[in-house]
């Protein structure tokens, strides 16, 4: 099965880690890469605001929203930042509890970016 990037229509894991990239399996969708276009001059929580923006904005494209995904994978540079990000995420996520994962990385690429999100949707079993 090839997977390959919403935006861009190339193949998953393609040398452009900057840009989102989208897996369709049989198992559902999982959104990577999800981080802010202009980090340098944003707060933590204003570059997971961005990187939630776009990752509703690719959910929507296959009729999903937020309140579909069933996990959530935080990635961020410095862990003591992170909780100014919790009145965004109590707002996105208040009615509804997907699974966290949380990864701390020594640092991010490029230098600037403090959070990446990935974005999983489950399939309905049918």
């Known amino acids: 099965m090839l ?21 369709h399996t049989p198992a559902g969708i999982r959104i990577r890469g999800l981080r802010s ?7 933590i929580a204003e570059q997971c605001a961005a990187a939630l923006e776009t990752g509703t904005a690719i ?3 296959d009729d999903l ?8 994978v935080y ?11 919790f009145p965004l995420l109590r707002q996105v996520f208040s009615n509804f509890s997907p699974s966290l994962t949380f990864m701390w990385v020594k640092s991010m690429t490029p230098a600037g970016v403090k959070i990446e999100v990935e974005l999983c949707v489950e399939a309905e079993p049918v």
């Open 59 to 61: 959910l929507a494209r």
């Open 37 to 43: 276009s202009s980090p340098q001059t944003q707060t």
């Open 3 to 23: 997977m390959t990037d919403a935006l861009h229509h190339t193949p998953f894991g393609s040398p452009s880690a900057a840009m989102p990239r989208v897996e």
């Open 75 to 85: 990635i961020i540079e410095g862990a003591a930042d992170f909780p100014s990000c």
């Open 65 to 72: 929203s937020l309140k579909d995904v069933t996990r959530v």
